[in-house]
């Protein structure tokens, strides 16, 4: 698509923010909601709203049958070989949680789980609250794996894998696939959390090979309320139902219950299914963009933002890996990220300040956190130009 015909999409980037124009680069936290998939949304509740899966009336039927449509596309999307293997949760926090609910019921005292260094908040604490013991695999000083130190982490009470497709803050896409051959090596199942691959890269969850792989819809210019959990179906099938109501169950009695095969047995309750039905106007979005269109963008523009900020004295990158994806992390010398953050905010720029929930990595790196830029087409060098000559003001107004 031209510029002009995105930019078009999304009318929020028409808004002024403290008397200037916006330029919206908080992409990793939530990127925008184009057009076609808000007609989506509205097109839902107003022609489609009736419960699914429950009745047998018209409309029940209709929208059943196009929330079933959703999951056969979102399948198709990332490469899941049967539309059962896609569960539908609030978003990649509640995926994750899903699985560390269900498959550690039966983990020992002593079960660990193998994370990274670079895993925001909700792949670490639902294993804690799990009871696993996490082994951490350390990062380069460019802030990729130490892949070296992977196989040194496993042992008899290794339980699971689970790690970041690519990092909130740094942008290192990290290589997946590799890890997922190592775990399942000695026998380890895998989750990769998706959260910040799926609108930048296409994701092919069978080359992966993953057990598990979750995202939410938000970040890639999809409603709020609406995750995936992708299984394969064996993995599915060792995990016990995640809570308990209407939908997931075959027959209650008040002695016994049993239960619905994947996806159904996960999905418990009305679901989310007005936005729901939206998930193939946002895929379509991203197809419609195009996967080289995307790349090509947000490369150019991460590259346009890196030199200008590295000519900037005072400002020091954080996160350097070959390859990283659209995130660019910075912390500007005598200033906090909040406050920071605040300035930039003044002159219309929107980006993400503090730890970015990825305390651990905080710690690691030596920092408190960092101010963190994230692209996506709908930006233009004019923003990255914009963003640049504000961070070089704000650093002149901090010295």
Not at 53 to 71: A, N
Not at 309 to 334: C, H, Q
Request: aromatic letters at 6%; charged letters at 15%; hydrophobic letters at 45%.
């Amino acid at each position: 698509m031209e510029i002009n015909t995105i930019l078009s999409d999304f009318p929020i980037l028409r808004r002024e923010v403290n008397g200037h124009r916006l330029v919206y680069l908080d992409n990793a936290a939530t990127s925008l909601t184009p057009e076609p998939v808000v007609a989506a949304i509205a097109d839902a509740y107003r022609n489609h709203k009736s419960n699914v899966h429950r009745g047998i009336h018209t409309l029940s039927q209709e929208t059943t049958t196009l929330m079933e449509r959703s999951r056969e596309c979102v399948a198709r999307f990332i490469g899941a070989a049967s539309s059962s293997s896609i569960v539908f949760t609030r978003g990649t926090t509640e995926a994750i949680n899903l699985v560390a609910a269900t498959i550690s019921r039966n983990w020992d005292a002593d079960a660990e789980v193998i994370v990274t260094a670079m895993e925001h908040h909700s792949n670490i604490v639902p294993w804690q609250l799990a009871g696993a013991k996490l082994r951490v695999i350390p990062l380069m000083p460019d802030g990729s794996l130490d892949m070296a130190a992977v196989e040194g982490l496993f042992s008899t009470r290794t339980r699971l894998m689970a790690v970041a497709h690519v990092s909130n803050v740094l942008g290192t896409v990290n290589p997946v696939a590799q890890l997922v051959a190592i775990a399942h090596r000695h026998g380890v199942p895998i989750l990769v959390d998706g959260a910040q691959a799926v609108a930048h890269m296409p994701v092919d969850v069978q080359a992966i090979d993953c057990d598990y792989y979750a995202f939410s819809a938000h970040k890639m210019y999809g409603p709020t309320g609406v995750g995936v959990l992708y299984g394969k179906p064996e993995a599915l099938a060792q995990l016990p139902p995640y809570q308990g109501g209407g939908e997931m169950v075959d027959k209650v009695t008040f002695e016994h219950t049993t239960f619905e095969d994947a996806p159904l047995r996960f999905e418990a309750g009305t679901p989310n299914f007005v936005d729901i039905l939206a998930m193939p106007a946002a895929i379509g979005y991203i197809e419609g963009l195009g996967w080289d269109t995307i790349s090509a963008t947000e490369h150019a523009l991460l590259q346009r933002a890196v030199a200008g900020l590295s000519a900037i004295e005072g400002v020091r990158l954080i996160g350097t890996a070959p390859g990283k994806d659209a995130v660019l992390s910075f912390v500007v010398e005598g200033g906090s990220s909040y406050d920071v953050g605040l300035l930039l905010d003044r002159l219309g720029i929107a980006v993400r300040t503090g730890h970015h929930c990825a305390q651990p990595l905080m710690e690691a790196l030596g920092i408190t956190g960092t101010v963190r830029a994230s692209f996506a087409p709908y930006n233009t060098m004019e923003d990255v130009d914009a963003f640049v000559a504000a961070v070089s003001k704000v650093v002149r107004m901090l010295s």
